[in-house]
């Protein structure tokens, strides 16, 4: 039941402060709109008569979406008003609803078409958005969307929309949810994995608000299109959802759990997903940088050539808070010799499998959590245990740990409390056989790390190993969807994270299996974090947890080696389970082309019966193509829309209680 909402912080009074929503799963058939429309209208009516407030259908809802030129969708198009919205429009003004649906809209002005989504309210059209991340099939007829990124004040709070493949680009909703939006509709016609997507959930988790998904299912022109259609909570979990056929999914949105943009376990603050972003540092993320052939972009003024790459072994190990509590009861020289022994029993039971790169858990040094015989720690004494314990760097404890790396002939990735003469940093160290290679000051702090660090100030590094480009973050860097997305865009390959993390739980799903080839099964690890992370960035994410409970301080393990392209294509990846000490390793690829070699010379070549004949000798230079690895051509980085994505840059302020964000002095809103 509806509720008056007395207080937002928005300072806009809502009609509701909880009501019903609908998503609308619906197969249209080409071509055939006024059948589509009457079937959605019958569907809205009873959606709108069970008190659903907002209603959401899918994307191209009213036309099909398979549509090979403009010309043959041409008479399909209608502009925004226009006949389709007024009669949607009249359901909504006769059951006091909103409606959102997707339609292909053409602009009167310019007889240009667009791929858009359309909201409706009582009082008619509340607003449109023009989806700018194309799918492969848009540019058949429609241009990329022109309007930019909205939100609408309703009644029901702040909406945003966006259509599809937008989810595939984390920027589009954290422009949502930096304009204040407690809900995203999300008409869709995906296609690619199963849903609901991870992708959607991502998006939900990591701004903290509702996303209404309606998506289509069944096959058009040879595509198949997954339904999945769902409410997704705003800590990712999915509230309900229809795997396939004709239907309507409701759920429920409280206003209060979107405004809150809070990351809890139970009733624990772990952080902000608004509040706690660094907008100083993500310059990078408004750069178009592989707008251009990745090879010779990055080795532009014969500075930043990418390395070589190989087919490597990257390494995780992950640790009970247990044996780093004992680690923290020793003193310096005790511990590095504590972590010596751990990693040479590993290595020797792993054998004759050796990690090029070994990523080490989060403050390694001096250890998670100090040694008491009985009762929890104070914050105040947490913060002492890693003041009193933090190292120089250099210093003798690092001399000690690239003895480590030298004896195992390994990169050693460790996180350490670091001292330096301005104050304390939570650090993550790159170590070689030969030295210190590079380290990395955390620079987005959890609400424990504020309690002792300062803000890292180092930006976000990258170094360039015999295994590829190598960037470094800590595990709650790698909730922030920007950190990756900055170390992409410098071409990284392997992002190294020592994580200490309690959170977040991966979320167990059965999901729809668009080909029919076998029933949907329940995975258990159907949404992670981390592996979406790799996904959208195409990059190589290996992270390094502990797990366990001790003197107040829990870490939930589930660390793992995540691959550039998995959510799409399945790669390989590994994880570790959630009590369980060892060392995963997995080989990872970070060659230009999969199954051939690195060369920047013209190749030539005569396969078979090309021998001779008249287009003659093959040839081409790999510092003009794309490379033919996912990690080193980064698809999803050269088909993003930056143009569109300032708001993730802009200072403003952010409140520390509610995560919303506020415009800075002088920025009007």
């Given at each position: 039941m509806s509720t008056l909402f007395s207080q937002q912080p928005q300072h806009t009074i809502y009609q509701y402060t909880t009501y019903r929503v609908a998503a609308i799963q619906y197969e249209p058939t080409l071509g055939e709109k006024e059948k589509n429309i009457r079937d959605l209208l019958s569907l809205v009516e009873e959606a709108a008569t069970q008190d659903a407030r907002l209603i959401v259908l899918p994307a191209l809802a009213t036309t099909g979406a398979g549509w090979v030129s403009s010309d043959e969708i041409a008479p399909y198009v209608e502009p925004i008003p226009g006949p389709t919205t007024e009669r949607f429009h009249l359901l909504a003004q006769r059951y006091n609803c909103f409606i959102a649906f997707?339609?292909?809209?053409?602009?009167?002005?310019?007889?240009?078409?667009?791929?858009?989504?359309?909201?409706?309210?009582?009082?008619?059209?509340?607003?449109?958005?023009?989806?700018i991340h194309a799918d492969i099939g848009d540019p058949r007829w429609a241009r990329d969307g022109d309007k930019g990124i909205a939100v609408w004040d309703t009644p029901l709070g702040r909406i945003g929309g966006l259509v599809c493949t937008d989810m595939k680009y984390f920027e589009a909703a954290r422009s949502v949810a930096l304009q204040g939006a407690d809900v995203l509709v999300l008409p869709s016609n995906w296609a690619e994995d199963s849903a609901p997507s991870s992708w959607w959930m991502s998006r939900?988790?990591?701004?903290?608000?509702?996303?209404?998904?309606?998506?289509?299912?069944g096959r058009e022109r040879g595509v198949g299109y997954q339904g999945g259609s769902c409410v997704i909570d705003p800590t990712g979990e999915v509230q309900a959802s229809q795997l396939t056929g004709d239907g309507i999914v409701y759920g429920q949105i409280d206003l209060q759990a979107s405004q809150a943009k809070t990351w809890r376990k139970q009733q624990e603050i772990i952080g902000y997903p608004l509040a706690d972003r660094v907008p100083a540092e993500y310059r990078l993320v408004v750069q178009n940088s592989y707008l251009w052939e990745p090879l010779r972009y990055h080795g532009l003024y014969e500075l930043g050539e990418l390395p070589a790459g190989q087919l490597s072994c990257a390494g995780i190990v992950q640790w009970a808070l247990r044996e780093g509590m004992e680690q923290a009861n020793q003193d310096a020289s005790g511990r590095v010799q504590a972590i010596r022994n751990n990693l040479r029993t590993l290595v020797h039971d792993n054998a004759p499998a050796v990690p090029d790169v070994l990523v080490l858990p989060e403050l390694v040094l001096p250890g998670p959590v100090p040694l008491r015989v009985q009762g929890q720690h104070t914050a105040e004494e947490l913060a002492e245990h890693y003041r009193a314990g933090a190292i120089r760097v250099p210093g003798p404890e690092t001399d000690a740990l690239v003895a480590i790396a030298n004896e195992l002939q390994v990169s050693l990735v460790v996180g350490v409390a670091e001292r330096a003469d301005e104050g304390f940093y939570n650090t993550v160290l790159l170590l070689d056989p030969e030295g210190v290679y590079g380290f990395y000051r955390k620079i987005h702090l959890s609400q424990r790390d504020r309690l002792w660090a300062l803000p890292g100030n180092l930006g976000f590094p990258t170094f360039d190993t015999p295994a590829g480009r190598i960037g470094l973050a800590t595990g709650y860097d790698v909730l922030f969807p920007e950190t990756l997305r900055i170390l992409a865009n410098k071409g990284t390959d392997l992002v190294c994270a020592p994580a200490l993390l309690d959170f977040p739980e991966p979320i167990g799903l059965t999901a729809s299996n668009v080909d029919g080839s076998t029933a949907p099964a329940y995975d258990p690890f159907y949404f992670m974090i981390w592996r979406t992370r790799a996904a959208e960035h195409n990059v190589y994410l290996a992270l390094a947890n502990w797990f366990g409970a001790e003197q107040g301080l829990q870490a939930n393990g589930l660390g793992g080696i995540f691959s550039p392209a998995a959510v799409s294509y399945g790669l390989s990846e590994v994880i570790a389970d959630e009590d369980e000490s060892g060392l995963l390793m997995m080989t990872i690829d970070t060659r230009e082309q999969r199954t051939g070699r690195r060369t920047t010379h013209m190749l030539g070549y005569s396969p078979g019966d090309m021998a001779g004949s008249l287009t003659g000798e093959l040839a081409y230079n790999v510092m003009d193509s794309i490379p033919g690895n996912a990690v080193r051509a980064k698809p999803l980085l050269r088909k993003r829309q930056p143009y569109w994505y300032m708001d993730i840059v802009r200072n403003k302020r952010q409140s520390s209680q509610s995560g919303q964000c506020l415009p800075a002095t002088g920025e009007s809103e």
């Open positions: 997707g339609m292909p809209e053409v602009d009167p002005t310019t007889a240009i078409y667009y791929n858009s989504v359309v909201l409706l309210g009582p009082t008619g059209v509340i607003g449109s958005y023009r989806k939900a988790f990591e701004n903290g608000m509702y996303v209404v998904a309606a998506n289509r299912y």
